[in-house]
C-alpha cells in the first residue's frame, strides 16, 4: 500500500464536479493501472461522484481512457432504460400523449428530463487530466462512436445497446453492420429494423439481399467516374485565365483535363494525387494551384453560360 497519490488538477469551475459524467463530486477514485504496462509508481485520485465511484471499484483497467470508458459502459447499462426514451419519443410526442393514471402521468413528467440527464453524463467529456500542468496521459478516443446524440465508447457497445433500444437481435444487427461497414450504423439499424422477420433462414435470406444491394452500389460508384476519359492537351492550347482576381494556370488545367476531373466533387477525391503531383515542385505551388482549380471548377458549375460560351477552354472540356 502506497501512502502518496497524485491528485490531478482540477480547474476552479470544476471543483465539484465528476470527472466521469459532470454530476456533483462524492468522493476521489484512486486509479492503479492493471495490467501496469506504463510503470504508474502511485494513485491517481480522479474526482468521482457516488455512483462513478462504485463503478470504479468494480473496473480493473490498465489506462485512465479504459477506466473512463469502462465507467461509460457502466453508465449505459444502468440507465439503459432512461436512454432508450429517446430512441422510442421526441419530446413533443411525450408531451402530447395522453397518459393517464398517477403513475403514467409521472413517467409523462418526468421521462425527458431522466433521457436528457442520463445522455448528458454518458456524453460527458471531462476535462483534460493533467498533474501540476502536465498531461497525465494519452487519453484515446479513437473508437468511440456517436449515434443520434449518444457516444458509445466502440462499434461493439454501440451495436449492444442500439439492438436492444431498436429490439433487434444483436447477433443479426452485428452481420448487418460487418457488411454495411461502421460509419453506416444509421443505415445498418434501419435495414435491420425493416427486415422482415428474425428466423433464422429470414435472416439468412435478408443478409443475401443486403449483400446484392451493396454490389450493385458499388459497381454504380465505381462506373461513374469510369465513364469519364481525360485527355491529354499540350499546355501550349490551353488558355490561361484571371477568375476573381486569381490566375488559373494552365498545368493545373492540365492535369485536371489529363483525369477527366470536371467538378469539384472529383477534384476532392483526386486531391491527394493533385497534392503528390505538384507538391514535387513545393507545397506552396501545389497549394495555389489547388485553390485556383477549386476556383475554376466552382465557377465553370455554377454559371453554365459562362462555362458552354465564355471559358476560353470550353471547347476542350467537351472532349471529356
Ligand atoms: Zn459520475
Redesign the pocket.
Known sequence: MTDTYQSIDVPFEYRHT??????PYYESYAFMASPNYDNQTQPILIP??????GICRGIKAGGLDLLRDK?KEG?HKKYQKHLQIGVNWTKEELEESEFEGKALEGFRESAWAMYEIAKG?VN?TGWPLTIDGLPVASMSTAFHVEFDGITYTSINQAVEQLAKAYAIPQAYLEDVVQLVGRDRLAYAIRFAKTTYGYSAAEREASIGSLRALLAEEQALAEAAPKAKQGVDVPLSEIKELILHRTLIPTPAIQWILKRGVTSLQQLAEAEDKFFEHFGQDSELTAFTYFNAIQIYLEQREIDLDWAENHDPNHHLFKHI
Open positions: 465528476c470527472w466521469f459524467c459532470g454530476e468521482s461522484c457516488q455512483e462513478c465511484f465507467v453508465l453524463r460527458y
